[in-house]
């Protein structure tokens, strides 16, 4: 397999996954000028954009320390894109990213969902969470710190 058919594995993958555990997924590989979201979901009031790495070996690290802070800021970028241009959406959201180990063969060896990967002010703070919130300057996203 090269490195398409492995990350295409890894999202069919993820999105059976993420479908099992209740979440809805609006949009496979939403594309714009600014790059690629794998997976957009619902899931419990929430839209859910999900970054979905995939490795076959740990020569370059696990998948989710793949997400760098750059890709991190990226993904913030694309998520507040997304939601620009949409009314029909969950009042909070947040980025999960889902870690795909393939085996042998393209066998599947870890698959785990981590929530809250990615926040969507800080790239590296604890609360991802954030509310649509109405201002003077119109509809913005803000953190939602519980």
Known sequence: MDAREIGALGEKIAAEHLTN?????RERNFRSREGEIDIIAEKDDSLVFVEVRTRRSHSYGTPEESVTAR???????LAQGYMEDRDDLPPSWRIDVVAVE???KGRLSRLEL???A???IFAFTD????????GDRGEKWEPNFP
């Open 21 to 25: 555990l209740g979440y809805v997924i």
């Open 71 to 77: 890709k991190k800021e990226k993904l913030i970028a």
């Open 102 to 104: 393939l085996g042998p």
């Open 114 to 116: 981590i929530e809250n």
């Open 118 to 120: 990615v926040d969507c």
């Open 127 to 134: 609360s991802p969470r954030c509310v649509r919130i109405q």
